[in-house]
């Protein structure tokens, strides 16, 4: 049994410490081949997922999602940076090792379940458990319990091509729980889903959530899925360009997003508030955010209206105390009037 070897527990990988999750300095590259140029898919990411935390990301397709839920989960290994579970930097372990983390600490969830098809329901979540070890009386109370938690025991016995879309996810889900993970990682999850699914699978998720106190990283490219954590980063081209800790709004997210400067101190100001400096000059609010370890700012253009009737009274920059109609900031040169 290659798995006692590397029989590592949920409790020596992942209860240690404030976060779950700390990855730091994240490459992905794809080599194509020929003259294509190599596609760097993640461009030095930091993130953390702290204990029992329910976090998206959302970016659209090609924005490095799946890379980045493959090289957290240690489904791929990162060309550079570290990612560690507790104090385990996973992208330094074998195989066999990572095969066994897989199995005992993170349940994997993607857009279409890996079923065995000659398998009822049931059968495809006892197999899962009796795969890691369980004995048969204890992966059939398990199976039972985890159906029943998930609504889905009077389905057990269908096979998988008889089941809805929505019944199919949730018996995928309990394969991913089966084993009681402390993470759970989801790709596109709903993405085969019609709306009122989605939103029954994501409140199941949330309910899982809070009552077994499992940590989330959902990746989506959907705005209304990001909407049930309780904090989604934004990605695009491989980089967060900002992150939503109250409620996202489905209609602008830049009305409520945070910009983040990475630890390196790099900021990476998203493409709208690029185009807004040629329209609001260099007058800004900056709100720090500093109840985290990494700094945060939350960066507003100035209000064009107070802007152009120019109510200051000190620089949005720098504080300095302004006279009316001053177009300029005499400290830091901050432009004040268009
Ligand atoms: P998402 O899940 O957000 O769509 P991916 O992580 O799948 O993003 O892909 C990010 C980028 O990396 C895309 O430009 C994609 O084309 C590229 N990519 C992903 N996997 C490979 C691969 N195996 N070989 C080459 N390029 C890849
Ligand atoms: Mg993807």
Not at 34 to 53: M, S, W
Not at 61 to 87: E, H
Not at 129 to 141: E, I, V, W
């Amino acid at each position: 049994m290659e798995n006692m070897l590397y029989n590592y527990t949920n409790e020596e990988l992942m209860d240690q410490g404030e976060y779950q999750v700390f990855g730091r300095g994240i490459y992905t590259i794809y080599e194509v081949g020929g003259d294509t140029p190599n596609v760097v898919a993640l461009k030095g990411l930091n993130f953390e997922i702290k204990r029992g935390e329910f976090v998206s990301a959302l970016g659209p397709s090609g924005s490095g999602k799946s890379s980045l839920l493959r090289c957290i989960g240690g489904l791929q290994k990162p060309n550079a940076g570290s990612i560690k579970y507790g104090n385990l930097d996973i992208t330094k372990l074998k195989e066999e090792e990572l095969v066994s983390i897989r199995r005992n600490s993170v349940g994997f969830v993607f857009q279409s379940p890996t079923l065995i098809q000659h398998l009822s329901a049931k059968d495809n979540v006892i197999n899962t458990l009796r795969y890691s070890g369980n004995s048969l009386t204890d992966a059939k109370k398990r199976t039972n319990e985890l159906l029943d938690l998930l609504g889905i025991s009077h389905r057990g016995q269908a096979l998988p091509n008889k089941l809805s879309g929505g019944e199919r996810q949730r018996v995928g889900i309990a394969v991913a729980l089966a084993n009681n993970p402390s993470l759970i990682l989801a790709d596109e999850p709903t993405g085969n889903l019609d709306h009122e699914n989605t939103a029954n699978v994501m409140g199941l998720f949330q309910d899982l959530h809070n009552d077994l106190d499992t940590s989330f990283l959902i990746v989506t490219h959907s705005k209304y899925v990001s909407t049930f954590a309780d904090r989604n980063l934004e990605l695009l081209d491989g980089i967060f360009l900002g992150q939503h800790t109250g409620n996202i709004n489905l209609d602008s997210l830049e009305s409520s997003r945070q910009i983040l400067i990475g630890n390196d101190g790099r900021l990476n100001l998203p493409p709208e508030l690029i185009g807004l400096i040629d329209e609001y000059g260099s007058a800004w609010n900056l709100d720090y955010i500093d109840d985290n370890e990494i700094p945060e700012i939350k960066l507003t253009p100035v209000n064009k209206n107070e802007k152009e009737n120019n109510k200051f009274t000190s620089c949005p920059l720098c504080s300095t105390e302004i006279e009316p109609n001053q177009a300029y900031c005499t400290n830091c040169g901050a432009q004040l009037i268009k």
